[in-house]
């Protein structure tokens, strides 16, 4: 497996289809890149919200969304937007993330630096959990650590 930190934009990348994001499992995307997956997929963000009123989509879950040609893994890692992340939650998401794109062929994953933003995590400690998953699978992760909007990765 090799893990890339890069920066850049993961929504301007036109090769990267497979995309992944941490929130919050009370149904509200409201804030940070969360808004984006929200405004590009809006059909997800309807599946999403209805997954979390029904208590099916719950911390450290993993709730995959394939549209067009584009797959979204919503990676569960804080309870309410109001709630931190939590380092176990990351951990038991990205393992089930990694496990459905090895399940689906997936030779890539880009995300930006999920639970360190508004989930209120150090970025230190999360690019440590996202390092030791990377060595489990071969899966090219792509950690956006620096946003540029609108500029692809690099």
Same mark, same amino acid.
């Given at each position: 497996?090799?893990?890339?930190?890069?920066?850049?934009?993961?929504?301007?990348?036109?090769?990267? /289809?497979?995309?992944?994001?941490?929130?919050? *499992? !009370?149904?509200?995307?409201?804030?940070?890149?969360?808004? &984006?997956?929200? /405004? +590009?997929?809006? =059909?997800?963000?309807?599946?999403? /919200? =209805?997954?979390?009123?029904?208590?099916?989509?719950?911390?450290?879950?993993?709730? $995959?969304?394939?549209?067009?040609?584009?797959?979204?893994?919503?990676?569960?890692?804080?309870?309410?937007?109001?709630?931190? !992340?939590?380092?176990? !939650?990351?951990?038991?998401?990205?393992? =089930?993330?990694?496990? #459905?794109?090895?399940?689906?062929?997936?030779? +890539?994953?880009? $995300?930006?630096?999920?639970?360190?933003?508004?989930?209120?995590?150090?970025?230190?400690?999360? =690019? &440590?959990? #996202?390092?030791?998953?990377?060595?489990?699978?071969?899966?090219? #992760? #792509?950690? *956006?650590?620096?946003?540029?909007?609108?500029?692809?990765? /690099?």
């Amino acid at each position: 497996m090799a893990i890339q930190f890069l920066q850049g934009d993961i929504f301007a990348t036109p090769d990267v /289809k497979v995309l992944a994001h941490g929130c919050n *499992c !009370a149904g509200a995307m409201g804030k940070g890149i969360a808004v &984006e997956f929200k /405004k +590009h997929w809006p =059909k997800m963000y309807t599946e999403y /919200k =209805k997954q979390c009123t029904e208590k099916q989509f719950t911390v450290g879950d993993v709730m $995959l969304w394939q549209e067009d040609d584009y797959t979204i893994f919503n990676l569960g890692t804080q309870r309410t937007w109001r709630t931190k !992340a939590t380092t176990s !939650a990351i951990k038991e998401s990205v393992v =089930k993330m990694i496990q #459905l794109a090895e399940e689906l062929n997936l030779d +890539h994953i880009a $995300l930006p630096r999920i639970g360190a933003g508004l989930g209120g995590l150090t970025w230190p400690t999360v =690019k &440590e959990i #996202l390092t030791e998953a990377s060595k489990t699978t071969s899966i090219n #992760l #792509l950690i *956006c650590e620096d946003y540029i909007q609108g500029q692809p990765l /690099k």
